[in-house]
């Protein structure tokens, strides 16, 4: 079955950094976007980043762009998030996300918290 798991979460200071990774598996991971979203408490989840299915087409959201990097290693399964220069306002659970035809599939989320 497919599984998404996030790891890399954690606290950190303004200005710090965080990279974020999310193991895919029980799917042709090559073959499909990937997605970061979070969500803070409170707020609507939000779609942070995009990646193309062999790492070529990025994009993101406007609060983020120039700071966050979001990459993919397709022998290793592996989906990465590379946070620099985090505010408070990142403070968030971040997930790993994909689309498979029909149905959507989460991680499970880590948690990041920014401190001022």
């Known amino acids: 079955q497919v599984q998404l798991v996030e790891s890399g979460g954690g606290s950190v200071q303004s200005g710090g950094s965080l990279r974020l990774s999310c193991a895919a598996s029980?799917?042709?991971?090559?073959?499909?976007?990937m997605r970061w979203y979070r969500q803070a408490p409170g707020k609507e989840r939000e779609l942070v980043a995009t990646?193309?299915?062999?790492?070529?087409?990025?994009n993101y959201a406007d609060s983020v762009k120039g700071r966050f990097t979001c990459s993919r290693d397709n022998a290793k399964n592996m989906l990465y998030l590379q946070m620099n220069s985090l505010r408070p306002e990142d403070t968030a659970a971040y997930y790993c996300?994909?689309?498979?035809?029909?149905?959507?599939?989460w991680g499970q989320g880590a948690q990041v918290t920014v401190s001022s």
């Open positions: 029980g799917f042709t991971f090559s073959s499909f976007a």
């Open positions: 990646i193309g299915r062999v790492g070529t087409y990025n």
């Open positions: 996300a994909t689309k498979i035809g029909l149905q959507d599939y």
